[in-house]
């Protein structure tokens, strides 16, 4: 049987998606998006990517540079280590096969030195959670349990209660005046750990951190337009702010498309964790500025006020966030209206992201033209590991919704 067919029966003989309870049908919806033929492409390129990954725990998938077909491979130190197992566990979620059960298994393994070390930066979220957390979500391994408690208290230890938020960048970086106390947007992430582990075992002060971090990040870190700076500096013995930058974007007043993503998909969950109605309000507000800026296609470029728009780079990655947040975010509003838009416009993303953006026989990631930090020349333009996690995060999102079922994915269990 050749591998087109194996996925085919894969998905469609045995899709199951954990929690549903039956066999999730084929779902294609009325403007023509085929959802479960996404998801056999991202099965497809992932076990071609699988292919050219050496065996060693140094070799974790994370971008690949235009017009190439070679990955670049980091350890498990770097921000988007958890990336990949992550995206490994949502296929096995897709398909209900061993395969990649085992395989997630064995990329999440490499990051397990994460929970025993001191915090390199407030990325144990991003890295842990979107592993770890996923991989507990769909075995219930009580090993996996024991390293997301012990990696949300190491990431509590960069929290400082003068402040009230988590230090992002605990080391000298450009701009934020070290030894001063820095928060940037894509922290806004990782608080889900730290939800997670109150409610699961851990100390309940972790719940509070969160929300403080929330509420002081809502406070001082938007503009009166609900755009928001990447990072925010404050006095780390007082707490007053000392400024507000844009460290990735393209200026100190621009809206930097990932940092809106995060934004969004953050008070997104904040809400679905607190049920606190001023972050749902919250979440419209950071959202609807997005919404109204987009370009025709949906797809933002990397930075909303790049003068060279519209030449310049597009970020696949942020629309792939903001796709799989819109979903959540529009169940959550009773405006039935508002809900529409929400869920018309993720699966307009999505279909736009599957049509133009799929790497296909360019690469063997899932999506081209992300952007990283484009002011430092990093990744523009590339295939980067973290647009993928989301993308088919998305994806299944989607498909849960379409068959009538909740959003959630991720995350959410007792």
């Known amino acids: 049987m050749n591998l087109k067919k194996q996925i085919v029966g894969s998905l469609f003989a045995t899709l199951m998606l954990v929690g549903c309870g039956s066999t999730i049908t084929n779902n294609k919806s009325d403007k023509g998006f085929d959802v479960d033929q996404q998801l056999i492409y991202c099965v497809k390129q992932s076990s071609d990517a699988l292919k050219l990954i050496p065996n060693d725990d140094s070799s974790i998938p994370r971008n690949v540079a235009p017009n190439s077909k070679q990955w670049k491979f980091v350890d498990y130190t770097d921000w ?26 064995k990329f999440t393994a490499y990051l397990k030195p994460l929970s025993v070390t001191p915090a390199l ?27 997301i408690l012990k990696t949300a208290d190491t990431l509590a230890t960069l929290f400082n209660p003068k402040v009230g938020t988590i230090l992002s960048w605990p080391r000298e970086v450009p701009n934020m005046e070290w030894p ?10 990782n608080l889900e750990l730290l939800f997670w582990a109150s409610k699961n075992g851990g100390s309940k002060k972790l719940y509070d951190m969160a929300v403080s971090h929330a509420t002081v990040t809502m406070n001082n870190h938007f503009r009166p337009d609900y755009t ?25 007043s621009s809206m930097w498309a990932r940092g809106q993503s995060w934004a969004i ?4 969950m904040v809400y679905r964790e607190t049920k606190d109605p001023k972050f749902l309000d919250f979440a419209h507000k950071v959202t ?11 797809i933002p470029y990397w930075d909303f006020d790049d003068p060279i728009i519209p030449k310049a780079p597009r970020d696949a990655s942020a629309a792939a966030v903001v796709a799989s947040a819109l979903l959540e975010l529009s169940t959550y509003t009773q405006d039935a209206v508002l809900a529409k838009e929400y869920f018309d416009k993720a699966e307009a993303m999505l279909k736009e992201l599957s ?47 379409k068959a009538g079922n909740a959003p959630l994915l991720t995350y959410s269990f007792d």
């Not at 998909?265 to 997104?268: C, F, P, S």
């Not at 990093?378 to 295939?383: F, L, M, P, Q, V």
């Open 355 to 401: 049509e133009h953006y799929q790497s296909r026989d360019k690469n063997t990631a899932l999506l081209l033209h992300s952007t990283g930090h484009k002011p430092a020349g990093s990744e523009i333009d590339y295939s980067i590991i973290y647009a993928d996690y989301y993308y088919v995060e998305a994806l299944l999102r989607y498909k849960k919704m």
């Open 265 to 268: 998909y953050g008070y997104t």
């Open 180 to 189: 001063q106390h820095n928060t940037i947007m894509d922290n806004m992430i």
């Open 228 to 252: 928001s700076y990447h990072a925010v500096v404050y006095d780390k013995e007082t707490g007053k702010k000392i400024k507000a930058v844009t460290h990735q974007g393209y200026s100190d």
């Open 288 to 298: 609807r500025v997005y919404l109204d800026r987009l370009p025709k296609d949906l």
């Open 121 to 147: 930066d407030h990325d144990l979220g991003f890295q842990v959670f979107t592993s770890y957390g996923n991989g507990y979500r769909l075995t219930n391994n009580p090993e996996y349990k024991k390293v």
């Open 80 to 105: 988007t280590s958890g990336f990949w197992s992550g995206e490994l566990w949502y296929l096995y979620e897709a398909t209900a096969d061993q395969k990649w059960s085992a395989i997630a298994d």
